[in-house]
């Protein structure tokens, strides 16, 4: 299956994504400058978790994930569409429909929507990069009422291909997606031996 990108922690503090503007007057733009990705996002999200390969935002009505995998051999549209329907099986997501969003600038965009067992609305979407190994997998949740909003975001996801490429993530330890979920379990394992910090709020680092 998809191969997940694996964190290197020596890296943080070159990474990530910093908050460059304002597109409009309430709109905020993000550069991914790592991956030469950017997106835009309404004002007034708070940043739950940024790291090399996941960034988490979140507003009152909707939830924003953002997971960075490399491409895997094999045939790519029967192994995302797969992938999409676990995930939302995953969050035992019901009333699942394919959806039809096109990102601009992406080689394809596969995407599923569905209903949360709470009743909120749901979209995965996997941009699938023209200029590099990269999948940019986005998850949201909302509330009714916020689709048009939601698309918005996804399609405002782009590839600043203009820019010199990053050569540090040539450097990246790249993962299995099976070897990923053992390390996850062995994870797990060791998370549940070790007290937990307190949780905090990560900061945005300047790439």
């Given at each position: 299956?998809?191969?997940?990108?694996?964190?290197?922690?020596?890296?943080?503090?070159?990474?990530?994504?910093?908050?460059?503007?304002?597109?409009?007057?309430?709109?905020?733009?993000?550069?991914?400058?790592?991956?030469?990705?950017?997106?835009?996002?309404?004002?007034?999200?708070?940043?739950?978790?940024?790291?090399n390969?996941?960034?988490?935002?979140?507003?009152?009505?909707?939830?924003?994930?953002?997971?960075?995998?490399?491409?895997?051999?094999?045939?790519?549209?029967?192994?995302?569409?797969?992938?999409?329907?676990?995930?939302?099986?995953?969050?035992?997501?019901?009333?699942?429909?394919?959806?039809?969003?096109k990102?601009?600038?992406?080689?394809?965009?596969?995407s599923?929507?569905?209903?949360?067992?709470?009743?909120?609305?749901?979209?995965?979407?996997?941009?699938?990069?023209?200029?590099?190994?990269l999948?940019?997998?986005?998850?949201?949740?909302?509330?009714?009422?916020?689709?048009?909003?939601?698309?918005?975001?996804?399609?405002?996801?782009?590839?600043?291909?203009?820019?010199?490429?990053?050569?540090?993530?040539?450097?990246?330890?790249?993962?299995?997606?099976?070897?990923?979920?053992?390390?996850?379990?062995?994870?797990?394992?060791?998370?549940e031996?070790?007290?937990?910090?307190?949780?905090k709020?990560?900061?945005?680092?300047?790439?």
């Amino acid at each position: 299956m998809m191969k997940r990108l694996n964190i290197i922690a020596s890296l943080l503090s070159l990474l990530l994504l910093i908050a460059a503007g304002t597109a409009t007057a309430d709109a905020t733009v993000y550069n991914w400058s790592r991956y030469d990705l950017s997106f835009e996002t309404p004002d007034g999200g708070f940043v739950t978790y940024n790291s090399n390969t996941r960034f988490e935002i979140q507003w009152e009505d909707m939830v924003m994930t953002i997971q960075l995998y490399s491409k895997d051999k094999g045939d790519e549209k029967k192994m995302l569409n797969e992938n999409l329907q676990r995930k939302a099986l995953g969050y035992n997501m019901y009333d699942l429909g394919n959806g039809k969003l096109k990102v601009k600038g992406f080689k394809k965009t596969y995407s599923i929507t569905g209903t949360m067992p709470d009743g909120s609305r749901a979209i995965i979407a996997d941009l699938v990069s023209k200029h590099q190994n990269l999948i940019v997998e986005v998850t949201v949740n909302y509330l009714y009422g916020n689709r048009e909003s939601v698309e918005d975001m996804i399609k405002s996801f782009a590839e600043n291909k203009t820019q010199q490429p990053n050569h540090e993530r040539k450097r990246q330890k790249v993962q299995t997606r099976q070897k990923a979920k053992q390390q996850d379990k062995r994870d797990k394992r060791q998370q549940e031996d070790t007290p937990r910090p307190p949780a905090k709020k990560e900061k945005l680092y300047d790439a």
